[in-house]
């Protein structure tokens, strides 16, 4: 469960951003308490194009990239991914901080470091299990030794890391319980690109062939309208002439002809209710998804699964542009499925980037769901709850405040006319 996300200098961000995940005072909506705290099941983020929203849901997957160490660093001359501001001479070359809190189990963990393209400045990792944080290690390069809690976190007595390393990913590949903790939870937050669903196609077509997850999927296919009354996995060997014209080198379309078993492709094929001449049921008609469907019911197949696999596991899931090619009312329902208690028992979350202005609505949202991204005169994104709007009344038409400008984040039209010729 995410209960925070601070960090800075990271692409557009230039300034500290603090974003939480705790209910407003007073709130009983969409939330659930864990660890004495309420926290959201949901929240949005809305801003003009290029105001740094995605930008900000990048840096979720960026620190999740650094603790699971998918850029392999391994020796001490690898360059750590570092993707600064760029846009001031503070900040181009100075090093940028990232920070989260969340829970696992019964602990509240606050994990974070500071980092450049060489060097780890700084790493932390602190742990609350009965309201009071203990430290359980701390790295400091202004610090002679790293400091590691003897009772706390005793798998991290006597581990050496390179300058340019973390040290939980360290702990972890000494088996360390407490960093595997850790490092399962970063597993479990999910960056999707809502522009790109097609590129989860793979993964919800696996999934369907599992009959538990296929039930799932198959509830939201129908519940959608898109008129698909089957779906069925097709799969076909690969011929070597698929594998010739693969953009490979030689030898891996070598190595892939000698594989002990077929190569296979997958595809899927969708069933559509086809009628007679008087209009009665006349049987079914077969349809190749990827070539006959609309591009918004293929992007909702793609991301069915991994909804459907956040909420069956507790998990995060955060989505930039979740409604390019939805219809509003399909993406208030999939928003729904994480607002809703018995659809969400498993308190998972969801943190999404639109320009959808139907879904402000304080029915469907609380306003500490809400929050705006901006960019000021100098190219900095700034992103803000609209809690911290003063005179926000729960009466109040927030979606027609937004589009007259009362909270920012929408972009200022120049003149489009075009000159005469």
């Known amino acids: 469960m995410l209960v925070e996300f601070n960090f800075d200098n990271y692409r557009s961000i230039k300034d500290p951003l603090q974003f939480s995940m705790v209910s407003g005072t007073g709130n009983s909506l969409n939330c659930f308490t864990a660890k004495g705290l309420s926290l959201l099941t949901s929240a949005v983020i809305y801003g003009a194009n290029a105001s740094g929203k995605s930008n900000f849901l990048r840096a979720f997957d960026y620190m999740k990239a650094l603790v699971l160490n998918q850029p392999k660093i391994i020796q001490s001359t690898d360059i750590i991914p570092y993707d600064p501001y760029r846009l001031s001479t503070e900040t181009m070359d100075a090093s940028s901080s990232f920070e989260m809190v969340f829970i696992v189990g019964d602990v509240k963990y606050r994990y974070g470091f500071e980092i450049d393209a060489s060097?780890?400045?700084?790493?932390?990792?602190?742990?609350?299990?009965?309201?009071?944080?203990?430290?359980?290690?701390?790295?400091?390069?202004?610090?002679?030794e790293l400091y590691v809690n003897p009772d706390r976190f005793k798998e991290g007595k006597g581990v050496k890391v390179l300058p340019n390393s973390l040290f939980l990913w360290r702990c972890d590949q000494e088996g360390g319980p407490v960093s595997r903790k850790i490092l399962a939870w970063f597993q479990n937050l999910n960056l999707l690109n809502g522009m790109h669903a097609s590129a989860y196609l793979g993964y919800s077509i696996q999934q369907l062939k599992q009959q538990s997850f296929r039930d799932q999927i198959m509830k939201l296919i129908q519940a959608a309208d898109l008129g698909i009354s089957n779906l069925q996995v097709e799969e076909k060997d690969v011929q070597s002439a698929d594998i010739d014209s693969m953009p490979l080198p030689v030898e891996v379309r070598e190595q892939l002809r000698q594989a002990e078993s077929p190569l296979k492709k997958m595809g899927l094929r969708s069933s559509h209710h086809r009628l007679g001449s008087d209009n009665k049921p006349a049987g079914e008609t077969e349809f190749v998804f990827a070539r006959d469907e609309s591009a918004g019911t293929k992007k909702y197949f793609c991301l069915s699964a991994p909804i459907i696999d956040t909420l069956l596991h507790g998990k995060v899931l955060v989505i930039d542009e979740l409604d390019a090619s939805l219809h509003p009312m399909l993406t208030r329902a999939l928003v729904h499925l994480f607002n809703d208690p018995a659809q969400n028992p498993k308190h998972a979350q969801l943190i999404f980037a639109t320009h959808d202005t139907n879904l402000l609505d304080q029915n469907l949202f609380h306003k500490s769901q809400i929050w705006f991204a901006e960019k000021d005169k100098v190219g900095t994104t700034h992103v803000t709850s609209l809690t911290e709007y003063r005179n926000v009344r729960s009466t109040d038409n927030i979606e027609k405040h937004y589009i007259q400008g009362k909270y920012g984040a929408i972009p200022f039209l120049g003149n489009f006319a075009l000159e005469k010729r």
């Not at 742990?127 to 202004?142: S, T, Y």
């Open 119 to 144: 060097t780890v400045y700084a790493e932390w990792l602190f742990a609350d299990e009965k309201g009071k944080e203990a430290k359980l290690f701390f790295r400091d390069v202004g610090e002679a």
